[in-house]
């Protein structure tokens, strides 16, 4: 079978690995890699028996790259979504990302009014959270005739429970260290990152977990987007020793991108520790991660106190993808089929904006997410 698709895959790291192989499940599309490291980007494309270029964000050639495709995942650091959105633009391909840690989707949402101009749709934030969270926001919306408040909740285990590093260390060390943003009584709210902490029961094998407020785009968007809500809160969940490791790196200054002297020259302790963690040896054995993104949404329904409840499960996959990159990638890999199907409107939308939620969810379950949706209300379910 022909490709009807061609979509190009922006990055070839742990994340766009992941999307390249969930595509490639797919006989009608055609994969281009694209990476500034040439090896990675090869190797990306064979496994997905795609195409691949030795391009990345900043050069020149990225937009005449970007325009042989229907659409674009963009599966980068999101400090470079902004850089990558203009190529996009430039080319004109339609475009989505994993997000970007509130501000920079703050700033992302400017850049509409030039997508609409020229006919070019854009979604932001399409991942796991944000990204399906965003989408069972609104699906509680529909559900329910009013939502008061959304807490949402993400918790992942490692089988063992050794130190791992489960998506980005640069995001990870920018959710430890930047003030969080909660949405509490109608205005947005700057708390200290790690704050908020609360004990969560998730479903096994999670179970019981400390989950804080991180810096994250929910906030951002949710808000504006969803009717009457009063309350938006976002915490995350990891591994303790992947939570404790992080605390240690940030409270050695590991964190900082400040250079300070060393008997060896001035160094940028975040550029040393980015060195160090490339270093580490690649896991050994299939996967054995699980994940778990909880959404509550309270409000009313037909008179009555009503909460919507939505949980997506995410486990290996038989690719051996872990269920951290599975439950990240599977999203983006969706939309950008949609994207490239001319399935969403011009403009940059965040994921509530931008896609049928409900119709989303069930593509989004026929790769293999658990979902699960229900409404209870007082008196009864």
Not at 88 to 108: C, E, I, N
Not at 177 to 182: D, L, N, Q, R, Y
Not at 197 to 205: G, S
């Amino acid at each position: 079978m022909l490709a009807d698709m061609r979509i190009a895959v922006l990055g070839a790291g742990m994340m766009g690995a992941a999307t390249a192989r969930l595509l490639s499940r797919r006989p009608d599309v055609e994969l281009l890699i694209l990476d500034p490291d040439g090896g990675r980007a090869e190797r990306v494309a064979a496994e997905g028996g795609g195409l691949s270029a030795t391009v990345g964000i900043g050069d020149p050639g990225l937009a005449d790259a970007l325009a042989a495709a229907d659409a674009v995942a963009a599966c980068i650091p999101y400090r470079l979504n902004l850089d990558a959105m203009e190529a996009a633009l430039s080319a004109k391909v339609p475009y989505a990302d994993l997000g970007g840690l509130f501000h920079v989707t703050l700033r992302q949402l400017e850049l509409d009014s030039r997508f609409l101009e020229a006919g070019v749709p854009a979604v932001i934030g399409i991942g796991c959270c944000p990204g399906i969270s965003n989408l069972l926001a609104w699906v509680a919306a529909d559900r329910l005739d009013e939502v008061r408040s959304i807490d949402i909740v993400d918790g992942a285990i490692e089988a063992g429970g050794e130190f791992s590093i489960p998506y980005s260390a640069d995001t990870i060390l920018d959710e430890f260290t930047h003030p969080a943003m909660v949405y509490e009584g109608g205005e947005l709210k700057e708390v200290p990152a790690g704050s908020g902490a609360i004990r969560y029961l998730f479903p096994e094998p999670l179970g019981e977990m400390e989950a804080f407020y991180t810096l994250h785009s929910e906030p951002a968007t949710l808000p504006d987007t969803i009717d009457r809500v009063q309350d938006v809160r976002w915490r995350l969940a990891l591994p303790p020793k992947v939570a404790e490791g992080f605390r240690v790196l940030v409270g050695l200054g590991l964190a900082s991108e400040e250079p300070v002297d060393t008997p060896s020259g001035r160094a940028v302790p975040r550029e040393v520790l980015r060195a160090l963690i490339a270093r580490l040896p690649a896991r050994e054995g299939p996967p054995r991660d699980a994940e778990v993104l909880d959404l509550a949404a309270s409000g009313m329904l037909d008179g009555r106190p009503a909460r919507f409840l939505g949980r997506a499960r995410f486990a290996p996959t038989r690719e051996g993808i872990g269920a951290g990159a599975f439950g990240t990638s599977i999203p983006i890999a969706v939309a950008a089929r949609w994207l490239a199907d001319g399935r969403v409107a011009p403009g940059v939308h965040p994921p509530e904006h931008a896609f049928d939620a409900e119709r989303f969810l069930q593509d989004v379950a026929a790769e293999g997410v658990d979902l699960e949706m229900t409404v209870e209300t007082a008196g009864g379910a």
